[in-house]
C-alpha cells in the first residue's frame, strides 16, 4: 500500500481550518465538534481515498467535542498524527482515536482556561486599558497585536508537538504535574483579576450628615478612614456572588450596573 504522509502545508490547512473556524457552528448537542471534523476536511480524501472510510472517519469526529481552543490545538495535532497512522495500515482502532480526543478536552479545557481567559486576557487588557486611559489608540492595538502574536505562534507549536507526539501527548496533559499547573494557574488568574479591579474599579459616594453640633461628615470620608476601596470591594465581590452564586449572565450584570450607577449618580449617592 502507497504510504499516505502528511506534508507541511497540510498541517498548516487543518491548523488554520481548526483555528478560523472553531466555534463558527455550534449547538448545545455538538458544540466544537462540527469545527473539528472541518479542520480534518483538507486532509480526508488524502489519508482515506475510499469514500467509506472518510465518511467512516467525519462522523466519529461529529460527536460532542469542546475544549479551549488554542491550547486544544494540540488535541487536534494528536489525532491527526493518529489518523495518519491508521491510514497507513498501523492497528490503531477508530473509536480510540475518538476516546482519546474525548478523555483529553477536560484537561486541557481546565488548563486551557486557567491560562488564556484566566491570566493571559485579563493582563493583556490591563496593560491596554493603561495605555489607552488618556484616549490613546495605543491600547487597543496592543492588544491585538500582542494577542495574535502570542496565540499564533503559540497554537501553531502546539499542534505540531501533538502532531509529532501523537498517542505520547496523553501522559503529559494529565499527569500529576499538569494538575498542579492548572491550580497555579488558576491562582496566579485569581490575583490577576484582582489587581485589575482594584486599579479600575472605582466608586465613591457623596452622601454628608450634618449633626445636632452642627458637625459636617464626609461619609466616604469616614469609609477611607475605616476601610479604603471598601465601596469597590463591595461592587466587585456583589457581582461575583451574581454571576457565580446566582447564576446571573454577564450581559445582565453589566445592564444591571449601568441602573445602579445611575441611580445614584442621578440622587447624589454616587461619585467618581
Not at 478560523?20 to 465538534?33: C, G, I, T
Not at 494528536?78 to 490503531?92: D, Q, S, T, W
Not at 502570542?150 to 503529559?172: A, D, N, T
Not at 479604603?228 to 452564586?245: D, E, H, N, R
Request: glycine share 12%.
Amino acid at each position: 500500500m502507497e504510504e499516505r504522509k502528511l506534508n507541511r502545508r497540510d498541517l498548516r490547512r487543518c491548523w488554520r481550518a481548526w483555528m478560523m473556524h472553531n466555534l463558527s457552528s455550534m449547538s448545545f448537542e455538538r458544540l466544537q465538534s462540527l469545527g473539528f471534523c472541518l479542520s480534518l476536511l483538507p486532509v480526508a480524501r488524502k489519508l482515506y481515498p475510499d469514500a467509506a472510510q472518510r465518511t467512516e472517519m467525519l462522523r466519529r469526529h461529529a460527536s460532542f467535542y469542546n475544549t479551549e481552543p488554542q491550547l486544544g490545538a494540540i488535541v487536534n495535532g494528536m489525532v491527526l498524527g493518529l489518523e495518519e497512522k491508521r491510514a497507513n495500515g498501523e492497528p490503531i482502532d477508530g473509536e480510540t482515536i475518538n476516546t482519546l480526543k474525548v478523555g483529553l478536552m477536560g484537561p486541557v479545557a481546565g488548563i486551557g482556561d486557567s491560562m488564556i481567559p484566566g491570566m493571559l486576557i485579563p493582563i493583556l487588557l490591563s496593560i491596554g486599558m493603561a495605555l489607552a486611559a488618556g484616549g490613546s489608540i495605543l491600547g487597543p492595538l496592543f492588544y491585538t497585536i500582542a494577542w495574535l502574536a502570542i496565540i499564533i505562534p503559540g497554537s501553531w507549536l502546539l499542534f505540531l508537538k501533538g502532531y509529532k507526539m501523537g498517542s505520547g501527548s496523553v501522559e503529559m496533559l494529565v499527569s500529576s504535574k499538569s494538575t498542579r499547573l492548572r491550580e497555579a494557574l488558576s491562582l496566579l488568574g485569581v490575583f490577576v483579576m484582582g489587581g485589575v479591579a482594584a486599579s479600575y474599579v472605582k466608586l465613591g459616594t457623596g452622601l454628608e450628615f450634618i449633626t445636632k453640633e452642627g458637625v459636617n461628615i464626609h461619609v466616604q470620608q469616614m469609609l477611607d478612614g475605616i476601610f479604603p476601596q471598601l465601596l469597590p470591594l463591595i461592587v466587585v465581590l456583589g457581582t461575583w456572588y451574581l454571576m457565580a452564586k446566582r447564576g446571573v449572565s454577564p450581559v445582565k450584570a453589566m445592564l444591571l450596573l449601568l441602573v445602579l450607577a445611575a441611580i445614584g449618580v442621578l440622587t447624589g449617592l454616587f461619585s467618581g
